[in-house]
């Protein structure tokens, strides 16, 4: 087996989107295809500050990721993680360089987007750890 692939972030290198499943207070799992990228061990993402994936981060820091495609169709195996909302301005900027790295001219359109609307003073950005598996 190819090491990259036995590590717990390497079932999502060169993965384009990531499968969010956060939990509602009742347990059942909201799964969102999202944008993300690697930084110092860590995945970085970011959403609207009102949607719901940041409402369900502010009751359990528990979710699951998994590599998956634009419509949110899996390409891979569940990871549990534990995520959180991150305002240190220091690690925003880590995770929106990372974004930039990877994601190139679409990161800078949907920043122009987000400036333009105003949507980009209301982004949430979060941070997401997985958990070594047993």
Known sequence: MDASRSSPAGSLAGARYLSLATYRRNGTE???PVWFAHDGGR?????????GK????????????????????LRGPWQDARARLIDDPAAIARGHAALR??????????DV???ISGRARRRAWIEVELTPAN
């Open 30 to 32: 909201v799964r969102t």
């Open 101 to 110: 790295a990877k994601y190139g001219w679409q990161m800078w359109l949907a």
């Open 54 to 73: 940041v409402k369900r981060l502010r009751h359990t820091a528990r979710v699951r990721v998994a590599p998956c495609g634009g419509q949110g169709g």
């Open 43 to 51: 995945l970085h993402l970011f959403t609207a500050g009102d949607s």
């Open 113 to 115: 987007l987000a400036g």
